[in-house]
Protein backbone atom coordinates (compact mmCIF):
# COMPACT_ATOMS: atom_id res chain seq x y z
CA UNK A 1 0.00 0.00 0.00
CA UNK A 2 1.23 3.17 -1.14
CA UNK A 3 1.15 5.95 1.78
CA UNK A 4 1.06 9.56 1.11
CA UNK A 5 1.14 13.07 3.36
CA UNK A 6 -1.36 14.94 2.31
CA UNK A 7 -3.68 17.99 2.81
CA UNK A 8 -7.47 17.18 3.40
CA UNK A 9 -9.61 20.45 2.88
CA UNK A 10 -11.94 21.43 5.63
CA UNK A 11 -14.11 24.63 6.18
CA UNK A 12 -16.43 27.40 4.28
CA UNK A 13 -16.07 28.12 0.46
CA UNK A 14 -14.10 30.80 0.94
CA UNK A 15 -12.16 30.33 4.49
CA UNK A 16 -10.63 27.30 4.09
CA UNK A 17 -8.51 25.27 6.05
CA UNK A 18 -6.60 21.70 5.97
CA UNK A 19 -5.62 19.05 8.06
CA UNK A 20 -2.29 17.42 6.90
CA UNK A 21 -2.97 13.87 7.01
CA UNK A 22 -1.32 10.59 6.28
CA UNK A 23 -3.76 8.60 3.74
CA UNK A 24 -3.51 5.68 1.30
CA UNK A 25 -2.73 7.18 -1.86
CA UNK A 26 -5.89 6.00 -3.44
CA UNK A 27 -8.53 7.72 -1.47
CA UNK A 28 -9.90 10.87 -1.93
CA UNK A 29 -8.54 14.57 -1.09
CA UNK A 30 -11.02 14.56 2.17
CA UNK A 31 -11.83 11.01 2.40
CA UNK A 32 -10.89 8.61 5.12
CA UNK A 33 -7.29 8.95 6.62
CA UNK A 34 -4.60 6.66 8.87
CA UNK A 35 -3.48 9.60 10.96
CA UNK A 36 -4.29 13.17 11.19
CA UNK A 37 -0.49 14.89 11.97
CA UNK A 38 -0.85 18.64 11.46
CA UNK A 39 -2.86 21.50 10.87
CA UNK A 40 -2.48 24.08 8.12
CA UNK A 41 -4.40 27.58 7.85
CA UNK A 42 -3.69 29.84 5.03
CA UNK A 43 -6.53 32.57 5.78
CA UNK A 44 -4.60 33.93 8.81
CA UNK A 45 -1.83 36.87 8.64
CA UNK A 46 1.17 34.79 9.45
CA UNK A 47 -0.68 31.32 8.00
CA UNK A 48 -0.90 29.12 10.82
CA UNK A 49 1.25 25.93 10.40
CA UNK A 50 1.35 23.09 13.21
CA UNK A 51 3.14 19.93 12.55
CA UNK A 52 3.43 16.90 14.89
CA UNK A 53 7.32 16.19 14.14
CA UNK A 54 7.62 13.03 16.05
CA UNK A 55 4.72 11.60 13.80
CA UNK A 56 5.66 13.50 10.69
CA UNK A 57 9.86 11.67 10.90
CA UNK A 58 8.01 8.24 11.88
CA UNK A 59 6.13 8.62 8.43
CA UNK A 60 8.90 9.95 6.35
CA UNK A 61 11.34 6.81 7.90
CA UNK A 62 8.54 4.24 6.77
CA UNK A 63 8.16 5.61 3.32
CA UNK A 64 5.41 7.98 3.30
CA UNK A 65 5.76 10.32 0.20
CA UNK A 66 4.63 13.81 1.01
CA UNK A 67 2.55 15.75 -2.01
CA UNK A 68 4.25 18.97 -3.28
CA UNK A 69 2.14 21.59 -0.73
CA UNK A 70 2.92 19.31 2.05
CA UNK A 71 6.82 19.38 1.01
CA UNK A 72 6.79 22.80 1.17
CA UNK A 73 4.90 22.88 4.82
CA UNK A 74 7.46 20.32 5.76
CA UNK A 75 10.42 22.50 4.76
CA UNK A 76 8.87 25.96 6.33
CA UNK A 77 8.96 23.75 9.47
CA UNK A 78 12.27 21.96 9.90
CA UNK A 79 10.80 18.49 9.25
CA UNK A 80 11.95 17.74 5.64
CA UNK A 81 15.75 18.82 6.48
CA UNK A 82 15.66 16.74 9.55
CA UNK A 83 14.58 13.65 8.15
CA UNK A 84 17.13 14.58 5.01
CA UNK A 85 19.98 15.29 7.46
CA UNK A 86 19.93 19.10 6.11
CA UNK A 87 20.63 21.81 8.50
CA UNK A 88 17.39 23.83 9.50
CA UNK A 89 15.86 26.83 8.09
CA UNK A 90 15.27 29.69 10.15
CA UNK A 91 12.18 29.96 12.58
CA UNK A 92 8.84 30.57 11.78
CA UNK A 93 7.13 34.00 12.35
CA UNK A 94 4.83 33.32 15.39
CA UNK A 95 2.04 35.82 15.49
CA UNK A 96 1.96 38.25 17.93
CA UNK A 97 -0.23 37.42 21.46
CA UNK A 98 -2.29 40.45 22.54
CA UNK A 99 0.29 41.42 24.85
CA UNK A 100 3.05 42.46 22.16
CA UNK A 101 0.48 44.75 20.66
CA UNK A 102 -0.72 45.99 24.46
CA UNK A 103 3.05 46.87 24.81
CA UNK A 104 3.32 48.30 21.32
CA UNK A 105 0.34 50.60 21.33
CA UNK A 106 1.35 52.09 25.02
CA UNK A 107 4.98 52.78 23.31
CA UNK A 108 3.23 54.62 20.59
CA UNK A 109 0.99 56.41 22.98
CA UNK A 110 3.72 57.54 24.98
CA UNK A 111 5.71 58.53 22.12
CA UNK A 112 2.78 60.87 21.01
CA UNK A 113 2.46 62.30 24.38
CA UNK A 114 5.38 64.02 24.06
CA UNK A 115 4.75 65.82 20.90
CA UNK A 116 2.00 68.99 20.99
CA UNK A 117 -0.63 66.64 19.18
CA UNK A 118 -3.87 67.00 21.85
CA UNK A 119 -6.19 65.26 19.24
CA UNK A 120 -7.71 69.13 18.16
CA UNK A 121 -8.17 69.75 14.38
CA UNK A 122 -5.51 71.50 12.30
CA UNK A 123 -7.44 74.16 11.34
CA UNK A 124 -8.83 76.33 12.98
CA UNK A 125 -12.89 76.63 13.70
CA UNK A 126 -14.96 79.65 12.11
CA UNK A 127 -16.32 81.63 15.04
CA UNK A 128 -20.11 83.07 14.75
CA UNK A 129 -19.04 86.59 14.94
CA UNK A 130 -16.66 85.89 12.05
CA UNK A 131 -19.56 84.42 10.13
CA UNK A 132 -21.80 87.48 11.51
CA UNK A 133 -19.60 89.65 9.49
CA UNK A 134 -18.58 87.50 5.91
CA UNK A 135 -22.53 87.35 5.75
CA UNK A 136 -22.93 91.14 6.00
CA UNK A 137 -19.85 91.84 4.05
CA UNK A 138 -21.62 90.05 1.05
CA UNK A 139 -24.67 91.68 1.82
CA UNK A 140 -23.08 95.38 1.62
CA UNK A 141 -21.22 93.64 -1.98
CA UNK A 142 -24.93 92.82 -3.28
CA UNK A 143 -26.65 96.10 -2.59
CA UNK A 144 -23.29 97.98 -4.15
CA UNK A 145 -23.95 96.08 -7.86
CA UNK A 146 -27.56 95.96 -7.21
Same mark, same amino acid.
Given at each position: ? *??????? !?????????Y !??????S !??? !?????? +????? %???? %?????????????? %?????????????????K???????????????P????????????????????? +????????????? *???????????????? +??? +? *?
Amino acid at each position: M *AVKIKLK !RLGKIRQPHY !RIVVADS !RTR !RDGRAI +EEIGL %YHPT %YNPSKIEVDSDRAQ %YWLSVGAQPTEPVLAILKLTGDWQKHKGLPAPAPLLQPATKEDKRASFDAFAKAL +EGDDAKGEAITPK *AKKADKKADEAEAAST +EST +E *A
